[in-house]
Nanobody, 123 residues
Framework: QVQLVESGGGSVQAGGSLRLSCPTSGLPQTRCMGWWRQAPGKEREAITTIDGESRTWYADSVKGRFIVSRDNAEKILYLQMSSLNVEDTAMYYC??????????????????WGQGTQVTVSS
């Protein structure tokens, strides 16, 4: 059984930091992984991806503030978020794909998803 379980979300004031974790289990060979978020009334959007060689991509909205990393031995994906602002308020999801190491920005190409963790930033 494949499981991705996000944790680390919560409520924080603007300017604060949070670190999200996504331990995985049962995954076949995992290549590209990423973090997505969905705010109320908006579509789910990719914010960062990291491939099997730890090459990363960031959305402009989080570049310079968020850092993605992965522990391949422990099979955990992380997201360090700093300088949070109210626009970062959303449900955050980790995702993984085993079919390719190409980090698509299209959600349907990711076979595995966590249940999400809420991040709320207040001004």
């Amino acid at each position: 059984q494949v499981q991705l379980v996000e944790s680390g979300g919560g409520s924080v004031q603007a300017g604060g930091s949070l670190r999200l974790s996504c331990p995985t289990s049962g995954l076949p060979q995992t290549r590209c992984m990423g973090w997505w978020r969905q705010a109320p009334g908006k579509e789910r959007e990719a914010i960062t991806t990291i491939d099997g060689e730890s090459r990363t991509w960031y959305a402009d909205s989080v570049k310079g503030r968020f850092i993605v990393s992965r522990d391949n031995a422990e099979k955990i994906l992380y997201l360090q978020m700093s300088s949070l602002n109210v626009e970062d308020t959303a449900m955050y999801y980790c995702a993984a794909r085993s079919s390719s190491d190409y980090c698509s920005l299209v959600a349907r190409f990711y076979e595995y998803w966590g249940q999400g963790t809420q991040v709320t930033v207040s001004s």
